[in-house]
Nanobody, 122 residues
């Protein structure tokens, strides 16, 4: 299984970025896809997830209304659209996959991508 995250970069506060995560080696449509982030010196934290077929999504409170997760099962890809970015959103962003359950803990996810760095300047 491989999860390849991309789309990170440097953006000014208030700007937008869209991250992508392309999956291979698994039946993508059968997996719940999550996004996590890890800032320097901090623990990895939950950002949000999207369930099978995009039926529902769930987000960390601080990103609600700014971030949107979507998926394209035909392309085996999940997206994280990030708007109104803030300096505190600076982190390495990871995508992850799990077969069952709707938890927010990193250790509940089976597969992980390598991460993509998002830097938001003030």
């Amino acid at each position: 299984v491989q999860l390849q995250a991309s789309g990170g970069g440097l953006v000014q506060a208030g700007g937008s970025l869209r991250l992508s995560c392309a999956a291979s080696g698994l039946i993508f449509s059968a997996y719940i896809m999550g996004w996590f982030r890890q800032a320097p010196g901090k623990e990895r934290e939950f950002v949000g997830y999207i369930t099978w077929s995009g039926i529902s999504t769930n987000y960390k409170d601080s990103v609600k209304g700014r971030f949107t997760i979507s998926r394209n099962d035909a392309k085996d890809t999940v997206y994280l659209q990030m708007n109104s970015l803030k300096p505190e959103d600076t982190a390495v962003y990871f995508c992850a996959a799990r077969r069952y359950g709707l938890g927010r803990l990193p250790n509940e996810y089976e597969y992980w991508g390598q991460g993509t760095l998002v830097t938001v300047s003030s």
